[in-house]
């Protein structure tokens, strides 16, 4: 299995002249550096791959031992295709995946850990939060139906943190490269759920903090939270 971190944004909501993955927090660490150190308590670092493009050397030159994968059109394309530079590289693999601006307990991966292991496709999800500027989700006979930030009557929150199984991938390689430029990453699911009949699970983490950092009230929250 292979793990990816996207962190090509320009993160312009936040404000930062930097990129938003670098963005320090409380507890003295930034948000890169507890993601990877969280995801480096259960698995392998080697195998962590980061999607890099808005003033790229900053990260690389703070977390030399990560791999790194380039989107040289960071500043006019969204999730979608960012994942997508990294999934080529990884078209037979399982692929855990994360968006760079999510803080989050690492026992969080505990929950995930049985779902890796048996190869099952799943989104985690918060199902005691439905705001509406988030990514929310429907389910249809227990997998996951709907999956976008217009989702009506949403059971819960995607947070960031998403797996696809090695006999998945390719099917869902194939629906993001339909993707428009500026879709999420989602809309590729939502895709290979409508077209190919992919099962993809929800995996509730509502026990655990975990919270994607856009704006300054969730920085806030998050430092609060530490």
Excluded at 33 to 41: K, V, Y
Excluded at 135 to 144: C, D, Q, R
């Amino acid at each position: 299995m292979k793990i990816i971190i996207l962190a090509a944004g320009i993160g312009s909501r936040l404000g930062n002249p930097f990129p938003k993955p670098l963005t320090p927090l409380k507890n003295g660490k930034s948000i890169m550096q507890m993601q990877t150190e969280n995801i480096a308590s259960k698995f392998n670092i080697d195998d962590i791959n980061v999607v890099v493009g808005f003033k790229k050397d900053l990260i690389m030159e703070r977390f030399p031992e990560l791999t790194y994968v380039y989107n040289p059109f960071f500043d006019r394309t969204n999730t979608s295709k960012s994942l997508l530079q990294a999934l080529k590289k990884h078209r037979n693999e399982a692929v855990l995946w994360f968006n760079g601006d999510v803080v989050f307990d690492e026992n969080l991966l505990n929950i995930l850990l049985p779902h890796i292991k048996n190869n099952t496709s799943f989104v985690a999800v918060n199902t005691s939060k439905v705001a509406e500027e988030e990514v929310k989700y429907t389910l249809k006979n227990g997998y996951i139906d709907e999956l976008s930030k217009t989702v009506e009557n949403g059971l819960g929150e995607a947070v960031g943190i998403n797996f696809i199984s090695s006999t998945d991938i390719k099917k869902f390689i194939t629906r993001l490269e339909e993707c428009d430029d500026n879709d999420y990453f989602e809309r590729g699911l939502e895709l290979a759920i409508e077209k190919d009949g992919i099962q993809v699970t929800a995996v509730d983490i509502s026990a655990f903090n975990c919270m994607e950092i856009d704006f300054l009230e969730d920085l806030e929250n998050v430092n609060n939270l530490l």
